[in-house]
């Protein structure tokens, strides 16, 4: 039973500074995926010689949704961290205000 309880709030005080980590490595890896392969995408549209490689495109567009995701989700906590609050906390505003 005390398995359950942990995975309810696995984002915490005490490790909050991992998840902001692995959030700001994670916007570093996409970044590093699009500036890698754009090379390649523009270098194939100006060559007529070479055949299209659909792969990088679609590499491209899968790191820059993600990167966009884990960009917008960054923020938030970027947010949150100066303001010195977690997200339960947050959230928890957000509830009482709904409620009144």
């Known amino acids: 039973m005390t ?5 309810n709030n696995c984002v915490g005080w005490r490790n909050y500074k991992f998840f902001l980590l692995f959030l700001f490595y994670g916007c570093v890896f996409c970044l590093f995926i699009l500036a890698s392969s754009l090379p390649f995408i523009v270098v194939q549209f100006a060559s007529r010689d070479v055949p299209f ?4 495109m679609l590499m491209l567009i899968i ?4 990167g966009l995701a884990l960009v917008m989700f960054g923020a938030m906590h970027l947010r949150l961290l100066f303001i010195n609050q977690t997200t339960i906390e947050d959230m928890e505003k957000v509830r ?5």
């Open 3 to 7: 398995s359950l309880i942990g995975v």
């Open 96 to 100: 009482e205000k709904t409620v009144r």
């Open 63 to 66: 790191a820059s949704a993600f």
């Open 53 to 56: 490689n659909y792969q990088w």
